[in-house]
C-alpha cells in the first residue's frame, strides 16, 4: 500500500460505529523502517495522532480503531517524529556518503506491520532496510 | 572530486539534519592529507561557526553533502587548524617543480580522491610551457608522500607522463603513476619471495 493511497481514508472506531476521522499523515520511526503512527483530522474533540499499535486494521476502504480516543494529542518522541519538519514525501534523499538519490515521491509499506517497504523516489526506488535517519534537511539511507 | 567544489557543502548528520555548511578547506602540514573543514552556520545571514570538523569525523563525502555521524563529531575550531599547514599559505598559487628542475605550473585547485580512502590525490595546476599543453589547466598526480619545501612543491619526474585533463579518469592516471613509483621495489620483494618459497619446497622433499 502507498502513502498516497492511504491518505484521507475515513477512520471508524469499532466500538460506536462512529466516524473518528480521516488520515492526513504518517509518522515514520527511520530507527525500525516502521510507519509508527498516523496523522489525524479528527471529527470532533482533540487528538491529531492515532498510534501504530492502536489500529485494529488498515482496510484498503476504512481505517478501524477500537475507540475514537485512541486518536490522542501527540507528545514526547511521537511529537517529534510527526513533526511537519520530518515529513518524508517531498525530502531529498541523502546516502550516508552525502550523494543525492533524488526526493521521495512516495512510500510503499506493509498494511499488516506498517513496515516501510521502500521509498519511491524521482530516482531509484530505495529499499525500506537502508533507512537511517529522517531529519528536517533530509532522508539519509544507506549507501 | 575538486576541492574548491566542496565549499559551501551542507554538512549533514546521518538522522538528516544540515548542521552546517563548509566554509574552507583545512590541509595538514604535509599537505597530503586534510585536516578537516572550518564551518559557516545555515542560513541567509549565518557567520562562521566557532566549531570546525575534523577530517576524521567525517562520515561520507559526497557530490551533495558531507556526512558526519551526529553534530557532537563538531570540535572547537583551533583543533582542526592546529593540525594545518603551520606557514598559513594556501597550497593554491605554489609553484609545482620536478626534481629535473622542470617548473610545471602553478596549483589552481586540490583534487580530492573519492575512492577507498579519501585524501589529496592530484593538483590541478595552470601549465607552464614545459608541458606543451598551451598554459591550459591540466591535472597532475601526487605520489604517497609529497615533498613540500616552501612555496614549491617537488614532484618526481615521471608525474609529467600521468598529466591529465580528464577529471573522470583522473583516479586511473593516479593509481598507475603510483604504480610506476612503487615498480622497482615491489618487483625486488616478490622476487625474494619467490626464492624463499623455492628453498622450503626443496627442504620438505
Do not use: C
Amino acid at each position: 500500500m502507498r502513502f498516497s493511497e492511504a491518505e484521507g481514508r475515513t477512520i471508524v472506531a469499532t466500538e460506536s460505529a462512529d466516524t473518528v476521522g480521516k488520515i492526513t499523515g504518517f509518522v515514520v520511526d527511520p530507527g525500525t523502517a516502521r510507519v509508527v503512527a498516523l496523522r489525524v483530522k479528527k471529527a470532533h474533540g482533540e487528538g491529531d495522532t492515532l498510534p501504530w499499535s492502536d489500529l485494529i486494521a488498515m482496510g484498503a476502504d476504512v481505517v478501524t480503531v477500537e475507540k475514537a480516543m485512541s486518536v490522542q494529542v501527540a507528545h514526547g518522541q511521537l511529537l517529534e517524529q510527526g513533526h511537519k519538519r520530518h515529513e518524508i514525501v517531498g525530502k531529498r534523499v541523502l546516502t550516508e556518503r552525502g550523494d543525492e538519490l533524488g526526493r521521495v515521491r512516495d512510500v510503499d509499506f506493509d498494511p499488516g506491520d506498517g513496515r516501510v517497504r521502500a521509498l519511491v523516489t524521482t530516482g531509484e526506488e530505495v529499499d525500506g532496510v537502508r533507512l537511517m535517519g529522517v531529519g528536517s534537511y533530509a532522508v539519509v539511507v544507506r549507501a | 572530486m575538486r576541492a574548491t567544489e566542496i565549499v559551501k557543502r551542507p554538512v549533514v548528520t546521518l538522522s538528516g539534519e544540515d548542521v552546517a555548511q563548509v566554509k574552507d578547506v583545512v590541509y595538514a602540514a604535509d599537505r597530503g592529507t586534510l585536516a578537516g573543514f572550518t564551518l559557516n552556520g545555515r542560513g541567509l545571514l549565518a557567520g562562521p561557526l566557532k566549531t570546525s570538523l575534523p577530517w576524521s569525523a567525517v562520515h561520507g563525502l559526497g557530490r551533495d553533502a558531507v556526512m558526519i555521524g551526529h553534530h557532537d563529531a563538531l570540535v572547537p575550531r583551533d583543533d582542526v587548524l592546529a593540525q594545518a599547514d603551520s606557514s598559513g599559505r594556501d597550497v593554491l598559487g605554489s609553484r609545482v617543480l620536478t626534481d629535473d628542475g622542470t617548473d610545471l605550473g602553478t596549483v589552481v585547485d586540490v583534487i580530492i580522491g573519492t575512492g577507498g580512502t579519501t585524501d589529496v590525490v592530484g593538483y590541478e595546476i595552470d601549465s607552464s610551457e614545459a608541458l606543451g599543453k598551451g598554459g591550459r589547466k591540466v591535472l597532475i598526480p601526487l605520489p604517497d608522500t609529497l615533498a613540500v619545501s616552501g612555496e614549491n612543491l617537488i614532484l618526481p619526474a615521471a608525474a609529467r607522463d600521468f598529466v591529465t585533463d580528464d577529471l573522470a579518469g583522473f583516479g586511473a592516471a593516479v593509481e598507475e603513476f603510483r604504480k610506476r613509483l612503487h615498480g622497482s621495489s615491489t618487483r625486488e620483494a616478490s622476487q625474494r619471495r619467490e626464492a624463499s618459497e623455492q628453498e622450503d619446497r626443496h627442504e620438505v622433499q
